[in-house]
Each structure stands twice: as structure tokens, then as C-alpha cells.
């Protein structure tokens, strides 16, 4: 009597274990479930597919500082939105070659590709003060990059509209204090 009451006993405490260890596993799994996934940022454009299937416009990545929005925007406090243009007139939401870009911060960066740009116009209107910074360009047919200054109150030409020049893509904006 005493072995089936020892076996029976011993039984029992494995069936004990087993079930302990069943609801750990659920715990773990349910604490799993529960964590939130890790965020990376990987300052991708948001919307960039779009706006290349509709605007012709490559917005590859940027900080968050610069953004795309339709040229019918007006100057608030005489600071407006800087405007590219391009002799291509399938760029930009009105198929006239022209792109704006509304600076939210006091620095920014966005890489971008717009072609045959011709011309970058700096936000500023009448005495307002517009955004510092700098444009990068490269050829259309290859070669290197080059940067030159914004104008934050007036335009800087680029591409054919330089003495010898030729069409260039722009490829990154940058706002600086």
C-alpha cells in the first residue's frame, strides 16, 4: 500500500510541474505579445510613392523639417515656401515644372531628386528674412555634385541657366541658422 501511495504521490507532483510549467510558457508568450516592436527611424519620405506617381517629384528622405506642399500656399508673416523649378514640366502638382517646400524648423535637410531644375527661390517675402542654407546639384548626365547657396530672399540660379551650363538634378536641400 505504501508503493501506490508513494507512486500515486509522485504522480501527482509531476502533474503539478507540468501544468506549472504549461502557464509559464502562456505568461511568456502573452508578455510577448504584449511588447510593443522596436522603432527604428529610417527618415523615409512618408507618402513619397504618391507623390512621385502624381508630381514626378522623388522624395527620398529627410528629417522632418522640410515639406512638400502644393505652390498655392501663401507668405505667412512674409515667409512663404521655397520654390523649385524645372524645365520639366511633367515636376509638380500643376504640370509647370514648378515644386515648393515649406521649411518648419530653424535647420533642415531633404534628399530629393527634381531634374532640369533652373532655378531655386528662397521663402522670404518683402522684408520678411526666408531660410538660409544650401542646394546640392548634379548633371543629369552624370558627374559630380555641387553645392550652392540659397538665396532665403531671392533666386538662385542653377543648371542652364548659369553661363556654360547644363540641365541639372537637384538632390538635397539643407536649412541652416
Known amino acids: 500500500m505504501r508503493t501506490i501511495t508513494r507512486l500515486a504521490?509522485?504522480?501527482?507532483?509531476?502533474?503539478?510541474?507540468?501544468?506549472?510549467g504549461v502557464f509559464a510558457a502562456q505568461a511568456n508568450e502573452q508578455a510577448a505579445a504584449d511588447e510593443q516592436p522596436s522603432l527604428v527611424e529610417d527618415f523615409k519620405y512618408p507618402?513619397?510613392?504618391?507623390?512621385?506617381?502624381?508630381?514626378?517629384?522623388?522624395?527620398?528622405?529627410?528629417?522632418?523639417?522640410?515639406?512638400y506642399v502644393p505652390c498655392a500656399d501663401q507668405p505667412v508673416n512674409g515667409v512663404g515656401t521655397?520654390?523649385?523649378?524645372?524645365?520639366?514640366?511633367?515636376?509638380?502638382?500643376?504640370?509647370?515644372?514648378?515644386?515648393?517646400?515649406?521649411v518648419v524648423g530653424t535647420t533642415g535637410y531633404i534628399t530629393l531628386s527634381i531634374p532640369h531644375v533652373f532655378e531655386i527661390r528662397g521663402d522670404g517675402h518683402g522684408s520678411?528674412?526666408?531660410?538660409?542654407?544650401?542646394?546640392e546639384v548634379t548633371p543629369v548626365s552624370g558627374g559630380a555634385v555641387k553645392t550652392v547657396p540659397l538665396k532665403p530672399n531671392g533666386s538662385q540660379q542653377v543648371g542652364i541657366t548659369q553661363p556654360g551650363g547644363s540641365p541639372e538634378t537637384l538632390v538635397r536641400l539643407e536649412i541652416k541658422p
Not at 521655397?82 to 515648393?100: M, P, T
Not at 520678411?128 to 542646394?135: E, L, N, R, T, V
Open 9 to 20: 504521490l509522485a504522480a501527482a507532483a509531476v502533474g503539478v510541474v507540468a501544468a506549472g
Open 47 to 67: 507618402d513619397a510613392a504618391r507623390i512621385l506617381a502624381e508630381d514626378n517629384v522623388n522624395l527620398i528622405s529627410g528629417d522632418g523639417h522640410i515639406l
Open 82 to 102: 521655397i520654390e523649385i523649378w524645372s524645365s520639366d514640366l511633367s515636376v509638380g502638382g500643376h504640370d509647370n515644372g514648378q515644386v515648393c517646400l515649406k
Open 128 to 135: 520678411a528674412q526666408g531660410h538660409a542654407g544650401i542646394a
